[in-house]
């Protein structure tokens, strides 16, 4: 069976109003990216441009269009479905549930911006933004500094190992506090410890 009839038949098998929201989705990406490819992915239907780019999918409650770059694009007009507290996924999905309008100015500026970064080459690891520089406050570096095991291993801690260590000895509110916890991450450090739990220095 060729694409297009695929996609015809798994529109024609959806209730009413999901099959008026998909053949009118469907118009739409054609009739702003007139060159775009049809394909089958996932048993669903799939809009490509240069890669990989929109998938639509019909669910008992509701619809889906998925942009599977939707973590690059700009959503002034909140389509996307918000993501959960801590959740990161490349992806995102545009929902639809029975009586709800296609705002389609947003839909289609959702589209061009899908078009513009296939056509730039952009993937999704692109575009993470660069980590902050993690500055080491003066006193643990030098205490560091003088312990040539300790430098050694705090030099091979990744990012977030030194991350933590950074963070837990910055939130002391009192001096002593500080000079305690920086004491005890020397002793860690110079056994090669990772700080992992709060609790188990105090």
């Not at 702003?32 to 780019?53: A, L, N, Y």
Request: aromatic share 8%; hydrophobic share 35%; with cysteine.
């Amino acid at each position: 069976m060729v694409i297009t009839e695929q996609i015809n038949l798994y529109i024609a098998e959806q209730p009413e109003w999901q099959r008026k929201q998909l053949v009118r989705l469907r118009q739409i990406i054609h009739s702003t990216v007139p060159q775009v490819e049809e394909t089958w992915r996932w048993d669903k239907p799939h809009f490509d441009h240069s890669g990989i780019m929109i998938g639509l999918c019909a669910f008992k409650e509701h619809l889906a269009v998925w942009f599977h770059k939707g973590a690059l694009l700009k959503d002034p007009k909140k389509l996307f479905e918000a993501l959960p507290k801590g959740e990161e996924k490349g992806n995102r999905s545009y929902k639809l549930h029975e009586g709800e309008a296609i705002d389609e100015a947003a839909f289609v500026d959702l589209i061009k911006q899908a078009v513009h970064l296939n056509a730039k080459g952009t993937k999704l690891q692109d575009a993470k933004p660069a980590r902050k520089e993690l500055v080491v406050p003066d006193d643990l570096e030098q205490v560091l500094h003088k312990d040539p095991t300790a430098w050694a291993n705090w030099e091979a801690f990744n990012y977030s190992c030194r991350k933590e260590y950074v963070e837990w000895i910055t939130d002391a509110k009192q001096e002593e506090t500080r000079k305690r916890r920086i004491a005890q991450a020397l002793e860690k450090i110079r056994d090669g410890e990772k700080k992992e739990e709060k609790h188990q220095i105090h």
